[in-house]
């Protein structure tokens, strides 16, 4: 399903979203649809991959009219401009099209442009919980596992024989008497 959709609730075999575009209401299988927050695309730049937010962020603040979503060069010169580290032979013309079309949809619902989880953030986090394993107490270590006692009284060849149970003798076929 192509465009933007709110997740409204979900389920364990799909989920109900609503269009962004047309506030209409639909289940969505995930047998048949797959699903991609915001958040986790990426795009190429010539550096490390930025997030779609980044991209999104910095047409906003360059504050310039979209160009035409028809017209391939005014899409590439549009975002030449606005971010120049894309790399734009692996960002096709179709995907710089797609996100001029999400910016619109997006500041026309009034929908705020961010990252729910700030990097910074978890980054603060993976520090604390290595300062909080510093101040751990040593873990004990495990006791030797001690042998099992050994069966001293029966013969090898009893033993295995007493561990396979005894096999049952098919009964003979009666014949027929004609």
């Given at each position: 399903m192509p465009g933007l959709y709110e997740l409204i609730s979900?389920?364990?075999?799909?989920?109900?979203?609503?269009?962004?575009?047309?506030q209409s209401t639909k289940f969505a299988s995930t047998r048949q649809h797959q699903f991609s927050h915001l958040e986790s695309i990426e795009i190429y730049t010539v550096r490390d991959n930025v997030n779609l937010t980044d991209v999104l962020t910095a047409m906003e603040a360059a504050g310039e009219t979209l160009p035409d979503e028809k017209n391939a060069n005014a899409v590439k010169a549009y975002f030449e401009k606005v971010y120049p580290d894309m790399d734009f032979e692996r960002v096709y013309s179709s995907d710089m099209k797609k996100m001029l079309k999400w910016y619109s949809v997006i500041k026309a619902k009034g929908i705020e442009i961010k990252l729910t989880e700030q990097p910074v953030e978890e980054e603060e986090?993976?520090?604390?919980?290595?300062?909080i394993e510093e101040k751990k107490p040593a873990k004990k270590t495990a006791k030797p596992a001690q042998p099992k006692e050994e069966k001293k009284d029966v013969p090898k060849a009893k033993e295995k024989a007493a561990d396979k149970a005894p096999k049952k003798k098919a009964a003979p076929k009666k014949k027929k008497e004609d």
């Open positions: 979900s389920k364990s075999d799909g989920a109900i979203v609503r269009s962004l575009d047309d986090a993976v520090e604390e919980v290595a300062e």
